[in-house]
């Protein structure tokens, strides 16, 4: 029995509308701060994005344009990029960068990481690989947008 979640002090209920409004880059910008904060602090809700992003026909997110943009807007630099494989990142920025990257799957960074991982190992052909499947999933994103 592990009883008490501490997590929860502070954080106020976000809803599917809330994380929508989130995807679509609708939200004020104080409520935009919560949000991301509550994204990086709870692995549920982050669950939760992803739930909304993936039903995103559904809810009537048809704007993929929106998500990239929103996505490009946070872009940390190929320094911060850097810093991350180091692990020589502030803890909540790299959290952010994670959740950035994994959970946004912005493919801009995806790459900017993997060529920098190819610079530090030897085993650049791998990441070429992984740059090139990078791309393809991209593509198939991007000519994605016209449906309905
Ligand atoms: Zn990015």
């Known amino acids: 029995m592990s009883g008490e979640h501490e997590a929860q002090s502070e954080a106020p209920s976000i ?25 990086r602090d709870s692995a549920e809700l982050r669950a939760q994005l992803e739930d909304v992003r993936q039903n995103r026909t559904e809810v009537g997110l048809h704007s993929l344009g929106a998500i990239w943009r929103r996505s490009r807007l946070t872009c940390p630099s190929r320094q911060q990029l850097g810093s991350l494989l180091l692990d020589a990142l502030d803890p909540e920025l790299a959290a952010y960068l994670q959740f950035h990257i994994e959970v946004v799957e912005c493919p801009f960074c995806q790459a900017n990481l993997a060529d920098l991982k190819g610079k530090a190992e030897p085993t650049s052909t ?19 947008d016209g449906r309905g």
């Open 15 to 39: 809803d599917p509308e809330t994380l929508r409004a989130y995807l679509l880059d609708e939200l004020p910008p104080g409520t935009l701060a919560r949000v991301e904060k509550a994204l």
């Open 126 to 144: 791998l990441a070429r690989t992984r740059q090139h499947r990078i791309l393809q999933s991209s593509k198939h994103l991007l000519g994605d």
